[in-house]
């Protein structure tokens, strides 16, 4: 049974730092792509970060980019996002997702191409 754990989320002023954690198991994490997405109330699910199964690929949309930090432990089986100089409209439940990779540097930032999900944690930015 596949499970991703999230962790680290919580409550934090406006220009703080929260760190991401999740937890994989069930699954050969050591070749799987892995990405964060975010979801706000009455919004869609927003690529955040990804990272391929050797750490060598990382990607970025733009309004992250700077602030957050994707890496991930192989011996763990665990990601982390890094989140820094947090902005109100950060806010929002953070998932972690897994899929399986053929290639060692592929990465994806589309939901539609990741297989597994967290159940999420919330990260609240105050101002």
């Known amino acids: 049974q596949v499970q991703l754990i999230e962790s680290g989320g919580g409550l934090v002023q406006a220009g703080g730092s929260l760190r991401l954690s999740c937890a994989a198991s069930g699954l050969a994490f050591r070749t799987c792509a892995m990405g964060w997405f975010r979801q706000a109330p009455g919004k869609e699910r927003e690529f955040v970060a990804a990272?391929?199964?050797?750490?060598?690929?990382?990607y970025y949309p733009d309004s992250i980019k700077g602030r957050f930090s994707i890496s991930r432990d192989n011996a763990e089986n665990t990601v982390y996002l890094q989140m820094a100089s947090l902005k109100p409209d950060d806010t929002a439940v953070y998932y972690c997702?897994?899929?399986?990779?053929?290639?060692?540097?592929?990465?994806?930032?589309?939901?539609?191409?990741?297989?597994?999900w967290g159940q999420g944690t919330q990260v609240t930015v105050s101002s």
């Open positions: 997702a897994a899929q399986r990779a053929y290639d060692r540097d592929n990465f994806y930032y589309k939901p539609n191409d990741y297989e597994y």
């Open positions: 990272i391929s199964w050797s750490g060598n690929s990382i």
